[in-house]
């Protein structure tokens, strides 16, 4: 029998009783996608339909960033108690107001959304996003209690001219500045390579990764010493095929996935690509009791915006 979108542990014991609670989930492993532009409303029905079978394993946190006009139909697509997140992929920084074709937070959040996508490589780039946009945007969403996903990353030239982890620290110190230091443990940060996104991008190489993660780390630390984000993705040209050895990365908290993920199997073989890492960090790095997180099909946002201990201070 299978459950769709719980928990593996949530899923009935074949005597009907739950599962015993897991153990040392104190560090998440985050598995987004954005759909971007892409998806009618029934072909973001049958995304979720075909993810029925699939149970997200422990210390995996899931989430799907569909286009503004699917976002009711994959939350009402979700099965009761299912973990799956769902988000957005752009808001305004103000409440309201006289903003044309523009959704503000408050409105995402009164949507159901729980997470919003803020500076991505495509809006910098096509509708002007610069890193003060970005930040007010991030001040806007922990306002209305989303969690933002912030998007960094450098292009090509300034990665030829070997600058690319001071462009991508000054990029996450600007997008943070109005964030009061406790804040930033709500704050996700995925490091996307501008010149590896999209049909034309290829991943970066693990060695690049980490360099730029390194500096990431320093920034967020210098802003609030010993808090850490909530977690730092990458994103860019990410398969099932390479999503192993990225995640062999001890520093990565998880993957933000666009082509790989737009279909329901594509998103299955990554999550269980996840879910052998996460279990693998578990044994490699057992969380102390207390930061043992309790199995949960609670899907509401307090859940998802209290801080998650971490093993070391980043
Ligand atoms: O939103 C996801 C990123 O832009 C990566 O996209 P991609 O996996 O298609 O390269």
């Known amino acids: 029998m299978t459950v769709p979108l719980l928990r593996a542990a949530d899923l009935p014991s074949p005597a009907g009783s739950p599962?015993?609670?897991?153990?040392g989930a104190?560090?998440?492993?985050w598995l987004g996608t954005s759909w971007k532009m892409t998806k009618t409303l029934a072909e973001a029905r049958a995304y979720v339909s075909d993810l029925h079978r699939e149970p997200v394993p422990d210390g995996v946190e899931l989430f799907v960033l569909p286009p503004l006009t699917a976002l009711h139909a994959v939350l009402d697509a979700r099965p009761d108690g299912s973990v799956l997140r769902?988000?957005?992929?752009?808001?305004?920084?103000?409440?309201?107001?006289?903003?044309?074709?523009e959704v503000s937070m408050r409105q995402l959040r009164d949507a159901g959304a729980e997470i919003v996508e803020i500076g991505h490589s495509d809006r910098r780039a096509q509708f002007g996003e610069t890193d003060q946009v970005v930040a007010a945007k991030v001040t806007a969403a922990l306002d209305q209690h989303l969690v933002p996903l912030v998007c960094v990353?450098?292009?090509?030239?300034?990665?030829?001219s070997g600058r690319?982890?001071?462009h991508v620290g000054e990029q996450v110190r600007t997008a943070l500045s109005g964030v009061a230091p406790h804040d930033l443990a709500r704050v996700l940060v995925t490091y996307e390579p501008v010149w590896a996104i999209g049909d034309s991008g290829r991943a970066a190489a693990p060695g690049h990764i980490v360099g730029v993660l390194d500096r990431v780390r320093s920034v967020v630390d210098e802003l609030a010493p010993g808090v850490g984000l909530r977690g730092l993705l990458y994103g860019g040209s990410v398969t099932a095929a390479n999503a192993g050895a990225l995640l062999d990365l001890d520093d990565l908290?998880?993957?933000?996935?666009?082509?790989?993920?737009w279909t329901a199997d594509g998103l299955a073989a990554l999550l269980r690509t996840?879910?052998?890492?996460?279990?693998?960090r578990t044994t490699a790095h057992p969380a102390r009791p207390s930061e043992a997180r309790p199995v949960t099909a609670d899907v509401t946002s307090d859940h998802l915006l209290a801080p998650t201990p971490t093993r070391r201070s980043r």
Request: proline share 8%; aromatic share 6%.
């Open 26 to 29: 104190g560090r998440h492993l």
């Open 253 to 261: 908290d998880g993957l933000f996935v666009g082509r790989a993920a």
């Open 274 to 280: 996840c879910g052998d890492v996460a279990a693998r």
């Open 153 to 160: 990353g450098e292009p090509w030239s300034v990665r030829a």
């Open 164 to 166: 690319a982890a001071a």
């Open 86 to 101: 769902v988000g957005a992929q752009n808001g305004h920084w103000a409440q309201d107001g006289p903003v044309t074709g």
């Open 19 to 23: 599962g015993p609670a897991p153990e």
